[in-house]
T-cell receptor, first 114, second 115 residues
Framework: DAKTTQPNSMESNEEEPVHLPCNHS???????IHWYRQLPSQGPEYVIH???SNVNNRMASLAIAEDRKSSTLILHRATLRDAAVYYC???????????????FGKGTLLTVNP | GAVVSQHPSWVICKSGTSVKIECRSL??????MFWYRQFPKQSLMLMAT?????????EQGVEKDKFLINHASLTLSTLTVTSAHPEDSSFYIC???????????FGPGTRLLVL
């Protein structure tokens, strides 16, 4: 499986933007870039995903480098509720069954200061 | 949105007993469900992939006779930890996907403590 590299931890202040980086230099042309986050004592939740183009949704934006070897999750205005571990995961394009499985790395622990 | 529930949310049991954890997709049909385990301060580790109506596929190192998975319907998968021991104490999380959609929807997790 293609691996991702993320910083162990990051800090942000409330109401400020947060840029969470992810390196995936061995990404293949058919890998989607997925982001999930896990709040304390909860199951993970889906944040966003993309393939080549930048993506926006109500939770965040995903900026994907032109060579796809890195990506950045952008939280436009961090709140205290955004404090979580953020996971950047590559998933194959091929659909169905076990191809949907996710391999979690250590992720980035985001601390948001009031 | 897609909601996945787990029951129970926490369980304490004696060593040697079996514990069943249920995972339900509440508003969609889940063609595939996944079971993860997470120890304190660690990341999620995939245990097995469960497809409705077929046998689960276990990850390397996960004992299929100890962690029994049943995916009897498109909305329910169960994980039974048989003859639980203290080292099985962990946070067990399930997730579900639906056909054609690669996003995984996670349950809230079940915290198991084996005494």
């Amino acid at each position: 499986d293609a691996k991702t590299t993320q910083p162990n931890s990051m800090e942000s202040n409330e109401e400020e933007p947060v840029h969470l980086p992810c390196n995936h230099s061995t990404i293949s042309g058919t890998d989607y870039i997925h982001w999930y986050r896990q709040l304390p004592s909860q199951g993970p939740e889906y944040v966003i995903h993309g393939l080549t183009s930048n993506v926006n949704n109500r939770m965040a934006s995903l900026a994907i480098a032109e060579d796809r070897k890195s990506s950045t999750l952008i939280l436009h205005r961090a709140t205290l509720r955004d404090a979580a571990v953020y996971y950047c995961i590559l998933r194959p394009l091929n659909s169905g069954g076990s191809n949907y499985k996710l391999t979690f790395g250590k992720g980035t622990l985001l601390t948001v200061n009031p | 949105g897609a909601v996945v529930s787990q029951h129970p949310s926490w369980v304490i049991c004696k060593s040697g007993t079996s514990v069943k954890i249920e995972c339900r997709s509440l508003d969609f049909q889940a063609t595939t469900m996944f079971w993860y385990r997470q120890f304190p301060k660690q990341s999620l580790m995939l245990m097995a992939t469960s497809n409705e109506g077929s046998k689960a596929t276990y990850e390397q190192g996960v004992e299929k006779d100890k962690f029994l998975i049943n995916h009897a319907s498109l909305t329910l998968s169960t994980l039974t930890v048989t003859s639980a021991h203290p080292e099985d104490s962990s946070f067990y999380i399930c997730s579900a996907t639906r056909s054609g959609v690669g996003t995984q929807y996670f349950g809230p997790g079940t915290r198991l403590l084996v005494l």
